[in-house]
C-alpha cells in the first residue's frame, strides 16, 4: 500500500508560471512532511518542510499549504524558473522510515 | 562537514557477479538508509540501519541483499548474483535523529549499478 500519493506524475509550465505538485496521504500518526527536490544524476536534497500545526509555510517561492481534514498537502513554486526543473518528491516519516511520493518531473519551459 | 559519501558513482557488473556498494554518513549521523530509484520512478525504502544494527529492512529483498553499518567504517549494500533487474540507482542518506523521524535525511548522490 502506497503511504504518500503524489500527482501530476510530470508538469509543463512556463517561465513566470505557477507549478503546483499535490499529495495525499491516509495514516494520521504522519506529523512531518517534508519535499524533495532532485536534479538529474544527483541525490535529492530537502527543500521545504511543514508540520500540521500550520497550514501554510513559505520559504522564497516555494510554498506548502497544508490540509489535516482532507489529508492532503501541496507545494505551490511561484514564478516558476527554468532552474527549477527537477524532480519533486513528497514523503512523510513515520518511525523513522520516510516514506516518499512517486515524484513530480517539473519542466519550466523558457 | 563532508556530506554523505557514496561510492562507487557507478559499477557495471555481469549477471551472477556481486555489486558492494559503500556510504559513508555524515559526521555525526548514526542512522542510516539505503533507497533504489529505478529510472523515472520514485525512491523506494529498502533498509534502516544504526550502527551494528538493522533497525527496518522491510524493504528489501529477502535473498540476494545484504546490508550491515559496522561500529567502524562505512554501510555497505551488498548484492550477491545480481540480474538485470538489479539496474537501478542506489541512494543512501543518513539523518542524525530518532525518534518519530522529524528530522531531515540528507542523500548521497548515488550509486549507479549497471547489471550486463
Known sequence: ?110 | NAGVMQNPRHLVRRRGQEARLRCSPMKGHSHVYWYRQLPEEGLKFMVYLQKENIIDESGMPKERFSAEFPKEGPSILRIQQVVRGDSAAYFCASSPFHGQGHGELFFGEGSRLTVL
Open chain 1, 1 to 110: 500500500q502506497q503511504q504518500v500519493k503524489q500527482s501530476p506524475q510530470s508538469l509543463i509550465v512556463q517561465k513566470g508560471g505557477i507549478s503546483i505538485i499535490n499529495c495525499a496521504y491516509e495514516n494520521t500518526a504522519f506529523d512531518y512532511f517534508p519535499w524533495y527536490q532532485q536534479f538529474p544524476g544527483k541525490g535529492p536534497a530537502l527543500l521545504i518542510a511543514i508540520r500540521p500545526d500550520v497550514s501554510e509555510k513559505k520559504e522564497g517561492r516555494f510554498t506548502i499549504s497544508f490540509n489535516k481534514s482532507a489529508k492532503q498537502f501541496s507545494l505551490h513554486i511561484m514564478d516558476s524558473q527554468p532552474g527549477d526543473s527537477a524532480t519533486y518528491f513528497c514523503a512523510a516519516p513515520l518511525f523513522n522510515k520516510f516514506y516518499f511520493g512517486s515524484g513530480t518531473k517539473l519542466n519550466v519551459k523558457p
